[in-house]
């Protein structure tokens, strides 16, 4: 989140909280919000720290005979930046806030949220270019996807609002919040080599040649776990109150959610079959990483709101 984000939020937080406890003249309110909401299409970065197949010592013990195996630079030759497209997704908000209605245009409040959509899809694994990696590798790699479960975010916002009173039912209002947001992701990974050693052109040329064929063939690299970051979050919101009674108001709400990139990572499950390192020494070890664009997503929501004085 950048410093402004944060300062801006935290200015807007304290003057509730300051209006609040010296009695400003004004109204609190408590509120709470549930609705469908759309995330559009999610593309991902992904790529990792391994090395060339050939260089793995689990699959080629005589891989320190080979040039770039032990060169500081591990992507010489290996598959180490990729990504994937998955298609827009529906699920569903709910939130609280607490406000302050200073005067009759105007009102600041605190917002939380919990935003949840299941993508469930699995998508090829594309090289740079946007081309699938199975076909670049031909039979040897009949399987290379991504896929992803239940995205999540749980965030708060410092919101403010004008609202536009006038002489029907029903007031129009328009509102803006910075926020933090708290995001989680459902992923998993899944590349499967053919168990036919004489598909696995990787090995061709190696003095070893058969034996990493052999140690090749049939082999698995896979992850499956729930990556989690920390996200700056900004939010435009329109929408028209009913006021149901003196205390109590209904709300129809639209809002568009901007977050910030989401970046985590960690270790394979199962790296070409064995532990996600590439020496039997446990040296070397290989993370992977997934990180998307900014993303967003739009909601529709009801807010029944009470008037506490």
Same mark, same amino acid.
């Given at each position: 989140?950048?410093?402004?984000?944060?300062?801006?939020?935290?200015?807007?937080?304290?003057?509730?909280?300051?209006?609040?406890?010296?009695?400003?003249?004004?109204?609190?309110?408590?509120?709470?919000?549930?609705?469908?909401?759309?995330?559009?299409?999610?593309?991902?970065?992904?790529?990792?720290?391994?090395?060339?197949?050939?260089?793995?010592?689990?699959?080629?013990?005589?891989?320190?005979?080979?040039?770039?195996?032990?060169?500081?630079?591990?992507? +010489?030759?290996?598959?180490?930046?990729? #990504? /994937?497209? &998955?298609?827009?997704?529906? *699920? !569903?908000?709910? $939130?609280? =806030?607490?406000?302050?209605?200073?005067?009759?245009?105007?009102?600041?409040?605190?917002?939380?949220?919990?935003?949840?959509?299941?993508?469930?899809?699995?998508?090829?694994?594309?090289?740079?270019?946007?081309?699938?990696?199975?076909?670049?590798?031909?039979?040897?790699?009949?399987?290379?996807?991504?896929?992803?479960?239940?995205?999540?975010?749980?965030?708060?916002?410092?919101? +403010?609002?004008?609202?536009?009173?006038? #002489? /029907?039912? &029903?007031?129009?209002?328009? *509102? !803006?919040?910075? $926020?933090? =947001?708290?995001?989680?992701?459902?992923?998993?990974?899944?590349?499967?080599?053919?168990?036919?050693?004489?598909?696995?052109?990787?090995?061709?040329?190696?003095?070893?040649?058969?034996?990493?064929?052999?140690?090749?063939?049939?082999?698995?690299?896979?992850?499956?776990?729930?990556?989690?970051?920390?996200?700056?979050?900004?939010?435009?919101?329109?929408?028209?109150?009913?006021?149901?009674?003196?205390?109590?108001?209904?709300?129809?709400?639209?809002?568009?959610?901007?977050?910030?990139?989401?970046?985590?990572?960690?270790?394979?499950?199962?790296?070409?079959?064995?532990?996600?390192?590439?020496?039997?020494?446990?040296?070397?070890?290989?993370?992977?990483?997934?990180?998307?664009?900014?993303?967003?997503?739009?909601?529709?929501?009801?807010?029944?709101?009470?008037?506490?004085?």
């Amino acid at each position: 989140m950048s410093r402004w984000n944060r300062r801006a939020a935290a200015c807007a937080a304290w003057g509730l909280c300051l209006a609040v406890a010296h009695g400003a003249a004004g109204q609190i309110y408590v509120a709470g919000e549930l609705g469908p909401a759309w995330s559009p299409g999610l593309h991902l970065n992904s790529g990792d720290t391994d090395r060339a197949s050939r260089c793995d010592e689990f699959v080629n013990p005589r891989y320190a005979e080979l040039p770039g195996c032990t060169n500081p630079n591990r992507g +010489v030759g290996a598959v180490d930046d990729w #990504q /994937s497209d &998955f298609d827009a997704a529906w *699920g !569903a908000l709910g $939130g609280a =806030a607490v406000g302050f209605r200073f005067r009759e245009r105007f009102r600041m409040e605190l917002e939380a949220y919990h935003r949840a959509a299941d993508v469930d899809a699995s998508s090829s694994i594309l090289d740079p270019a946007g081309v699938p990696f199975t076909r670049i590798l031909g039979a040897e790699l009949p399987r290379a996807d991504e896929r992803i479960g239940r995205v999540a975010t749980s965030g708060v916002f410092a919101n +403010v609002y004008w609202d536009f009173p006038n #002489q /029907s039912r &029903f007031t129009p209002f328009v *509102g !803006a919040g910075l $926020g933090l =947001a708290a995001a989680s992701m459902e992923y998993g990974a899944w590349w499967e080599r053919s168990p036919d050693a004489a598909l696995v052109e990787s090995a061709s040329g190696l003095p070893n040649e058969a034996e990493v064929r052999g140690n090749l063939a049939g082999t698995v690299s896979q992850t499956r776990d729930r990556l989690r970051d920390r996200l700056s979050a900004r939010q435009l919101v329109v929408g028209a109150r009913h006021q149901l009674s003196a205390s109590l108001a209904l709300e129809l709400r639209v809002r568009w959610v901007e977050l910030g990139t989401f970046h985590d990572g960690g270790n394979y499950k199962a790296l070409r079959s064995h532990v996600s390192n590439l020496r039997r020494d446990g040296s070397e070890p290989v993370r992977y990483f997934v990180a998307t664009d900014d993303t967003e997503f739009v909601s529709v929501g009801l807010r029944l709101s009470h008037t506490l004085r």
